[in-house]
């Protein structure tokens, strides 16, 4: 997740989808707690979902201990409920807060346990951001720990989401030493402060999936997140996120190179948009390389037809 899109979303939810060749897929999938069209998708299409993230836990930028940030109050849905803990506040990340969790992490991820026991949550996601090379060794000791509470609560599986191509400061092989699985968030191949184009396009993310593979060497503990989100990009400044009903009022037609969804307005603003057409795709060259469990980043912004 970029640091905007943390500033814009609420709830980590995840779609998750476990397919078999039988049975349409099962998708993790994100929310946000102050959209109420994400609690209209998990109202709706909850018994459709292998997982719902529908909390967030925090870090104290000062002492790294956790905070709940939005509780569980999405509808009530068949799917398992996982959490989400995070150094994101404010509408930026923290790097500071992981560091001091990682130089002694032992009481916040005692007290992580405790939350995820009391909420009963099944799963958890991290999801640590704006790190950098030198802060690894504290972000693996921090992922161990928060692992080792989640565990120790009876609660499984515990995910690490990872940051494009940086292998550096988010290494797959180490952080599978720490943990169970890790999430290549395969999405925003063109970001908010970028030039427009694709979201992401079947090319981009079949070779990130691919070194991620590559890395993890077990296709069964990599989850690959997936966008169901679009971007307006006006002719100068940073992009907004755009949802399904939005983008489909801008006479969007199908970049062939791409098969993201496109339109060029007359005032020279551009919007790209993955739609139900996209993911269909997305998913099945994923699923063809071989991880089975796929999320959706986010609920309330898809397009209707993808659960068809």
């Known amino acids: 997740m970029t640091i905007q899109r943390w500033a814009r979303r609420g709830v980590f939810v995840v779609v998750a989808v476990t397919a078999s060749q039988s049975s349409p897929p099962r998708y993790w999938g994100f929310t946000a707690p102050w959209d109420e069209r994400s609690d209209a998708t998990v109202e709706h299409h909850g018994a459709a979902l292998g997982a719902v993230i529908a909390a967030w836990i925090g870090l104290d930028s000062g002492s790294g201990m956790p905070t709940m940030l939005y509780p569980d109050e ?7 409920s996982f959490a989400m803990i995070t150094n994101a506040s404010g509408g930026q990340f923290h790097p500071d807060a992981v560091r001091r969790l990682g130089a002694d992490p032992s009481h916040a991820a005692d ?48 995910a690490v989401t990872i940051v ?12 599978l030493d720490a943990t169970d699985k890790v999430m290549v968030m395969a999405y925003d191949q063109h970001w908010q402060t970028a030039p427009p184009g694709p979201i992401a396009s079947p090319d981009w993310v079949t070779d990130l999936v691919k070194r991620r ?27 907004t996120v755009v949802g399904f009903n939005e983008a489909s009022r801008s006479g969007l037609v199908r970049d062939s190179a791409s ?13 790209w948009f ?14 063809g390389l071989g991880p089975k469990t796929l999320a959706l980043w986010r609920l309330g912004l898809e397009d209707p037809k993808m659960w068809r």
Do not use: M
């Open 111 to 158: 007290s992580v346990g405790r939350i995820l026991a009391h909420g009963h949550y099944r799963g958890l996601v991290i999801d640590f951001e704006d790190l950098k090379p030198t802060d690894t060794a504290a972000y693996l000791a921090a992922v161990r720990a928060l692992t080792l509470a989640a565990h120790a609560h009876h609660v499984s599986p515990v």
């Open 213 to 239: 593979l590559a890395q993890a060497g077990s296709a069964s503990r990599v989850v690959v997140a997936l966008p169901v989100y679009g971007y307006r990009w006006p002719a100068h400044g940073p992009a």
């Open 74 to 80: 999405t509808p009530e849905s068949p799917a398992p």
């Open 259 to 271: 098969l993201n969804l496109h339109a060029t307005l007359p005032d020279s603003s551009q919007v």
């Open 164 to 175: 494009g191509y940086d292998s550096a400061t988010y290494p797959v092989r180490r952080l």
């Open 274 to 287: 993955c739609d139900a057409v996209t993911l269909d795709t997305l998913a099945r060259r994923v699923r």
